[in-house]
């Protein structure tokens, strides 16, 4: 059964966008293959408050962030290698079809570009969601949750401007009213699994016919596409790592549990156990964690060791 679109519906299915990359990676296949072969409609998110408020706060979070970020100038066209004498709007990127490969179906909608002090462009996706602890517990999970988007619009920044230097996502998001902006870095590994995922679920959609449409269905949930994890994708320059295999971290953070109970204990014999604890933490690391306790580096680059339970 095919249902009657919309002139909007039948371009969106035209392409894969930053929205459907999400369902993708997550492996939700099934419905977005129903959806992108017309046999039911894309849900309609009009009438979603939430959905509607996020679309007239987006202009305001990219105002803020350029007034936040004051060496960062907008692009409103840049040169391509595939375009020399056309220079094109950054915000609406198509992938870029080679000898070996068709990805002009890939389309990303940017909701703005800019170009950093270093001369790098970077994408910006701008998200207003609940306040934390709602429906993220904190930032960490959020970007978990927009990753597959950001790192789609960097592979097409990548595609489009070859010759130029890319410098990451910038994530400004409204928790509330709270506004918060990392920038996640651009990371192959994770986009060559993106990709390839990408061209698997479009011969699911390309092969679809009408009449026999059990013959290309994917099934209905297939595992995450990568085994990348968020963590290894340096976020304001910065990973996280889990310790929870770790030994020495785990003798450490017990030794310095033990030593702060003990009231005879000296600050010089505490801060050696403290020390031994981050010892444990890299340069480049703004957090490791366990089950029993995590480190932190906070602004200002001081180390701040959490217990939990304490």
Same mark, same amino acid.
């Given at each position: 059964?095919?249902? @009657?679109?919309?002139?909007? @519906?039948?371009?969106?299915?035209?392409? =894969?966008?930053?929205?459907?990359?999400?369902?993708?990676?997550?492996?939700?296949?099934?419905?977005?293959?129903?959806?992108?072969?017309?046999?039911?409609?894309?849900?309609?998110?009009?009438?979603?408050?939430?959905?509607?408020?996020?679309?007239?706060?987006?202009?305001?979070?990219?105002?803020? #962030?350029?007034?936040? /970020?004051?060496?960062?100038?907008?692009?409103? =066209?840049?040169?391509?290698?595939?375009? &020399?004498?056309?220079?094109?709007?950054?915000?609406?990127?198509?992938?870029?079809?080679?000898?070996?490969?068709?990805?002009?179906?890939?389309?990303?909608?940017?909701?703005?570009?800019?170009?950093?002090?270093?001369?790098?462009?970077?994408?910006?996706?701008?998200?207003?969601?609940?306040?934390?602890?709602?429906?993220?517990?904190?930032?960490?999970?959020?970007? @978990? @949750? /927009?990753? &597959?988007?950001?790192?789609?619009?960097?592979?097409?920044?990548?595609?489009?401007?070859?010759?130029?230097?890319?410098?990451?996502?910038? #994530?400004?998001? *409204?928790?509330?009213?709270?506004?918060?902006?990392?920038?996640?870095?651009?990371?192959? +590994?994770?986009?060559?699994?993106?990709?390839?995922?990408?061209?698997?679920?479009?011969?699911?959609?390309?092969?679809? %016919?009408?009449?026999?449409?059990?013959?290309?269905?994917?099934?209905?949930?297939?595992?995450?596409?990568?085994?990348?994890?968020?963590?290894? *994708? &340096?976020?304001?320059?910065?990973?996280?790592?889990?310790?929870?295999?770790?030994?020495?971290?785990? #003798?450490?953070?017990?030794?310095?549990?033990?030593?702060?109970?003990?009231?005879? =204990?000296?600050?010089? %014999?505490?801060?050696?156990?403290? %020390?031994?604890?981050?010892?444990?933490? &890299?340069?480049?690391?703004?957090?490791?964690?366990?089950?029993?306790?995590?480190?932190?580096?906070?602004?200002?680059?001081?180390?701040?060791?959490? *217990?939990? +339970?304490?």
């Amino acid at each position: 059964m095919t249902v @009657e679109l919309t002139a909007v @519906e039948k371009d969106r299915n035209k392409y =894969i966008g930053g929205s459907d990359v999400g369902k993708i990676m997550s492996g939700d296949w099934y419905e977005l293959w129903r959806q992108k072969t017309a046999q039911v409609k894309h849900p309609d998110l009009s009438d979603v408050f939430q959905v509607q408020l996020g679309t007239v706060t987006e202009a305001f979070n990219i105002k803020w #962030f350029y007034k936040t /970020y004051t060496d960062h100038a907008k692009q409103n =066209i840049i040169e391509s290698r595939h375009a &020399p004498s056309a220079p094109i709007n950054p915000r609406q990127l198509f992938g870029i079809n080679t000898g070996t490969t068709y990805e002009c179906f890939m389309r990303g909608n940017l909701d703005d570009v800019c170009m950093d002090g270093s001369g790098s462009i970077c994408a910006i996706e701008a998200k207003h969601t609940n306040a934390l602890g709602t429906r993220f517990k904190n930032m960490d999970e959020a970007i @978990e @949750e /927009y990753m &597959p988007q950001m790192q789609f619009y960097l592979y097409l920044l990548h595609q489009n401007f070859p010759n130029q230097r890319i410098g990451g996502c910038y #994530f400004p998001i *409204i928790f509330g009213n709270v506004w918060h902006c990392v920038k996640v870095s651009s990371y192959a +590994g994770y986009q060559i699994d993106m990709v390839d995922a990408i061209h698997r679920f479009k011969k699911h959609v390309d092969a679809y %016919d009408p009449s026999n449409p059990k013959a290309s269905e994917p099934i209905g949930y297939k595992p995450k596409q990568t085994k990348i994890t968020t963590e290894q *994708i &340096p976020v304001n320059g910065m990973i996280r790592k889990d310790l929870s295999s770790s030994n020495s971290f785990a #003798f450490a953070c017990g030794e310095y549990m033990e030593n702060k109970k003990k009231a005879d =204990i000296s600050k010089k %014999d505490l801060d050696e156990s403290r %020390d031994k604890v981050l010892s444990h933490v &890299p340069d480049n690391a703004r957090e490791v964690y366990s089950s029993t306790a995590s480190v932190k580096r906070t602004k200002n680059n001081t180390l701040r060791i959490t *217990i939990k +339970g304490e």
